[in-house]
């Protein structure tokens, strides 16, 4: 009688940060500029790095498809999170609440892999400078990159196709503001501790050992950066390292608090706070913290007009 009287479920509810009808349009302002600076810094970073030859290498080929990443991450989720703001519609349907799931993983797994080779290209430039040209050669730097892509959408399909296929019954209600795994898996009918398990594992073999890397990549360029005899010059390349380290550390931070915690943790309560940090906020300030404030790119920031010009 119990499975008779439950509910298939054939769409959600987006519950988002709330239904207090006063703040609806202060939240829709606040992350609609978050969104507008959001795409600017990413676009004017892709701009740059296609038509200005000075920033053809290896760390900016990385940086341009991070940008990129960031542009399509942003877009999977803000736009219906604005939508939903200024109407007060917070419906999604099956399929569109799975395609988000789909897209959104694809993309936060691609961007672990993207800063680990981003960490690693930092590491071969200011460690082991006489072999960096060799080992990020053209052909390299592609494949890194094409293998972040792959990496990210294979690891995701598997999970994704097999929660679509699952039954999910009951309250409709999906507490947070896009659809995510975690507050999806609670809505699944019957046992689903074998599918978590499994999704749980691969959440760690794609999140955790990226993160150690990364890390340590960090670790080697720090003590590296120590060895600098000019004290002006260890202080500023500490304070890009810094910046990167600290951002980095936010990223997967969050997405360990997030998808890596257990229920029960007094932290893991505040998921769509922590969920914030890495959708919403490092895609805004990743073109900053990695290149907007660089020489290189102020520069090419002034030449952009005459290369547009150019090429028009």
């Not at 509810?13 to 006063?22: A, M, W």
């Not at 109407?87 to 672990?112: A, D, K, M």
């Not at 890596?260 to 900053?288: A, E, Q």
Request: aromatic residues 16%.
């Amino acid at each position: 009688m119990e499975e008779e009287n439950k509910t298939i479920i054939t769409g959600f509810i987006l519950l988002g940060f709330g239904d207090q009808s006063e703040l609806q349009i202060l939240f829709f302002l606040l992350f609609l500029i978050i969104y507008f600076m959001t795409m600017t810094g990413n676009l004017l970073l892709v701009i740059l790095v296609v038509t200005d030859r000075h920033l053809h290498n290896p760390m900016y080929f990385f940086l341009g498809n991070l940008s990129c990443l960031e542009i399509c991450y942003t877009t999977t989720i803000m736009p219906r999170m604005l939508f939903s703001f200024i109407t007060g519609n917070r419906n999604i349907t099956f399929s569109g609440c799975f395609t988000q799931l789909y897209v959104f993983g694809f993309l936060v797994t691609t961007e672990t892999c993207l800063l680990s080779v981003m960490s690693y290209d930092r590491y071969l430039a200011i460690c082991q400078p006489l072999h960096y040209h060799f080992c990020m050669n053209k052909e390299a730097c592609i494949s890194l990159a094409i293998g972040s892509w792959l990496g990210g959408g294979f690891s995701v399909s598997i999970v994704v196709t097999w929660m679509a296929q699952l039954t999910y019954c009951g309250f409709n209600y999906i507490d947070h503001f896009y659809c995510d795994f975690v507050p999806l898996s609670k809505l699944i009918c019957g046992d689903a501790s074998l599918f978590i398990e499994i999704a749980f594992l691969l959440c760690t073999v794609f999140t955790f050992p990226l993160f150690m890397l990364t890390i340590a990549s960090y670790i080697f360029i720090i003590l590296a950066i120590w060895r600098i005899p000019s004290t002006f010059g260890r202080q500023k390349a500490f304070s890009t390292c810094s910046s990167h380290l600290i951002v980095v550390t936010i990223f997967y931070g969050s997405l360990m608090i997030v998808y890596l915690l257990p229920d029960d943790s007094l932290i893991r309560g505040s998921t769509k706070l922590f969920s914030l940090f890495y959708t919403i906020l490092i895609p805004m300030v990743n073109p900053l913290i990695y290149s907007l404030r660089n020489k290189e790119v102020k520069e090419a920031l002034k030449r952009l007009p005459q290369v547009l010009l150019l090429d028009l």
